[in-house]
Structures are given as structure tokens and as C-alpha cells.
């Protein structure tokens, strides 16, 4: 489980990848071994490999081989608060064709999430408003931000238990995609037998075509790779985690192309 013993645990997830934009910049946080923490005490086991995982996704075809120089990906003692915030500066790169995506996974609590050197009374943190603060400051119309960790729903404006936002009648021109890996009630679980967390786990192998559903044309959708994670990490955690998504866009939204 991801939890913390000094602070809820939230986990803000968000991932999304539209295949027709120009230039995809991403930052990319996963913290497993924190400067407080221990083994079995504050740490976790799989954050850090499910950064890595999903760099890897990004960096593929699957994903437009986003290039390295666009993705600055930041590990246990490198995630400090500093160096994220800084990495987000990332952001003002893009023009508004292209999509900015920030990953994390590690530990949180309602409103913020937990950089490698975070303090117990929340001097040192990540809150949720400086990211949206780094988005707002980014041209970039198409915005993604994926989650994974405990109670994550509490970052939601908009709860989706069962299915994907509907289309937008919105007429800003933005395209904003946040999937967050459990409801505000529930711990986001790690597994020993998959060594990663669930949500993540699912998101990747949804992306790189098992969600690939309906229709199964080679492009896996918003909607399909929703559809495919809830129902994936339900059944792992025996329905005890249940992702959700909310934010601005079509259900026929790209998330990934897959060759056959």
C-alpha cells in the first residue's frame, strides 16, 4: 500500500498522449526511497520502477519516441522538491500544439504530493497548486497529469467510477486529461507478483495495446484505456482501488498507437 505514517497518502496520477500534437515535453517523478523513510517505514518498493516503465512508454513509438532531451525523468534523492519544480519550467517550451504530461508516483496526502525530501509538518511539499500553477504558465493546449498513489481521488473535481467524461462542451480550445489511480477513500497498492503498482502497471500494458479494444484499429483511445485500467485494477486489489478520471476532452481521445 502507499501510505504514509505521518500524512494521508494521495497520489496524483496523470497521463494522456495525443498523437497529433507537434511535441510532447513531460515531466516524469517516482519516488520509492524517501529521505525520512526506511524499508517498511516510510518507503515504498515499486515507485521509482514505474517511472521508469512509464519513460520507457514515452520514449517508444507506441508513444510518437518522444525525444530524451524532452523528458526529464527524476528518482528517489534526485525527485527533491527543488528539482521538480524546476524540471516543470519544462513546460514553458511547448507551444500550443504540442502536450505537456507530468507523471508521479510515490506518496501523498489530500492536496499535495510528497517529493523525496519532504517534511512531516508540510514545510517541505508538493502541492497540487504548483502544478496547475506550471501548467497555467505552459501555451500548451493539451495537458495530462497522471497519478499514482493513495486516496489520489482527492486531487478529482469530478469523480468518473464507471466510465470516462463525456465530450466537453467547453469552447477554450484546451484539452486537459487527469487519471488518478484510486478513489479519495482508498490506498493505491503496490504487487510483490507484478513488481510495480497496479494502476501503473495496467496503464502501460493498456497503452501498449491490450486496451486496444473497441474498435481495435491500432489506436488506443482515452475512453479504451480507462475502460481497461479501472477493470484491470479492480481485480487485482479484489475491487478495493478504483481509478478514476476526469478533466476536458473526447472519449476518442488518442492515448497511443499500436503496430500490429
Excluded at 497540487?128 to 501548467?135: I, N, P
Excluded at 495537458?143 to 493513495?150: N, Q
Aim: hydrophobic share 35%.
Amino acid at each position: 500500500m502507499k501510505f504514509f505514517p505521518f500524512l494521508l497518502t494521495a497520489l496524483l496520477s496523470f497521463c494522456w498522449l495525443p498523437i497529433q500534437a507537434q511535441r510532447t515535453y513531460a515531466v516524469i517523478v517516482g519516488v520509492s526511497d524517501y529521505q525520512l523513510g526506511r524499508p517498511g517505514k516510510g518507503d515504498l518498493t515499486f515507485s521509482d520502477d514505474d517511472a521508469e516503465l512509464f519513460y520507457r512508454l514515452l520514449r517508444s513509438p507506441m508513444s510518437g519516441s518522444i525525444p530524451s532531451e524532452n523528458i526529464i525523468l527524476l528518482t528517489n534523492s534526485r525527485a527533491s522538491r527543488a528539482n521538480i519544480m524546476r524540471a516543470m519550467t519544462l513546460f514553458q517550451q511547448a507551444t500550443p500544439r504540442d502536450r505537456i504530461i507530468f507523471y508521479f508516483s510515490g506518496h501523498g496526502a489530500p492536496g499535495m504530493l510528497l517529493p523525496y525530501d519532504y517534511t512531516p509538518d508540510a514545510r517541505v511539499t508538493l502541492y497540487d497548486r504548483d502544478v496547475k500553477a506550471a501548467f497555467r504558465q505552459s501555451a500548451a493546449r493539451t495537458k495530462l497529469l497522471l497519478a499514482d498513489a493513495c486516496m489520489a481521488g482527492t486531487m478529482r473535481n469530478r469523480q468518473y467510477p464507471s466510465r470516462p467524461p463525456a465530450v466537453s462542451s467547453s469552447t477554450d480550445n484546451s484539452t486537459v486529461v487527469v487519471l488518478l489511480s484510486s478513489r479519495n477513500e482508498e490506498t493505491s497498492r503496490e504487487g510483490s507478483n507484478l513488481q510495480q503498482g497496479f494502476f501503473t502497471h495496467y496503464l502501460v500494458k493498456g497503452a501498449t495495446g491490450d486496451a486496444d479494444i473497441n474498435p481495435r484499429n491500432g489506436i488506443v483511445t482515452i475512453k479504451e484505456l480507462y475502460d481497461y485500467v479501472r477493470q484491470g485494477v479492480r481485480q487485482e486489489s479484489q475491487n478495493q482501488q478504483t481509478p478514476v478520471a476526469y478533466g476536458r476532452f473526447p472519449e476518442n481521445l488518442p492515448f497511443s498507437t499500436v503496430k500490429r
